[in-house]
């Protein structure tokens, strides 16, 4: 299990095993879908996901990872992607700063104190794919994202509100 505190305090980190950046591109079947933005071989995952506020990444572990998403307990709520949960009432609301640091003390260290989310959703891929590979698309994070697939760390990510694209095609269940 990645440590996440351990990695949100190392400045010289800004990712793992991320694709490189790039715009987004997409495939079609001929011009004039491209044109209207009908793309092949792509899955939203936009919806319902499962979402959990901790107090900070040190109470992340392996143990928030284990029980499938359709069987997790009162702590979890709905909430839908994309979105900021800062606007969704989950118990952490939006802090605006111009020129004051957010946190005590100089950088690299962090508050005892600093929300942190997990988002948890299963979803099918078509059986066409076997054998592809498989790319998470990540359209913005609101500062650090790890990302997880069938309970197995995948990679990380600190560019704030940027794209960020991960191989999952070992990660996924076939």
Avoid at 6 to 27: F, Q
Avoid at 67 to 96: E, F, Q
Avoid at 146 to 159: A, C, E, I, P, S
Wanted: with cysteine.
């Amino acid at each position: 299990m990645t440590t996440v505190s351990a990695l949100w305090c190392e400045p010289t980190v800004v990712d793992i095993n991320r694709l490189p950046m790039r715009p987004p591109l997409g495939a079609s079947a001929t011009v004039e879908q491209a044109r209207r933005g009908k793309f092949i071989r792509r899955v939203s995952l936009d919806g319902r996901w499962k979402f959990r506020l901790l107090d900070s990444p040190d109470d992340f572990n392996d143990a928030l990872l284990r029980r499938a998403t359709s069987k997790l307990g009162s702590a979890w709520c709905n909430i839908d992607v994309p979105a900021n949960w800062t606007m969704h009432d989950v118990g952490d609301h939006p802090h605006y700063t111009n020129i004051t640091m957010p946190f005590d003390g100089p950088p690299p260290r962090l508050p005892e104190h600093n929300p942190t989310g997990i988002y948890r959703r299963s979803f099918t891929l078509p059986r066409a794919w076997q054998g592809s590979q498989i790319v998470l698309h990540l359209g913005a994070a609101d500062s650090v994202h790890l990302v997880y697939v069938n309970k197995q760390f995948v990679g990380y990510g600190t560019d704030n509100r940027l794209a960020s694209e991960y191989d999952i095609s070992r990660f996924v269940s076939r």
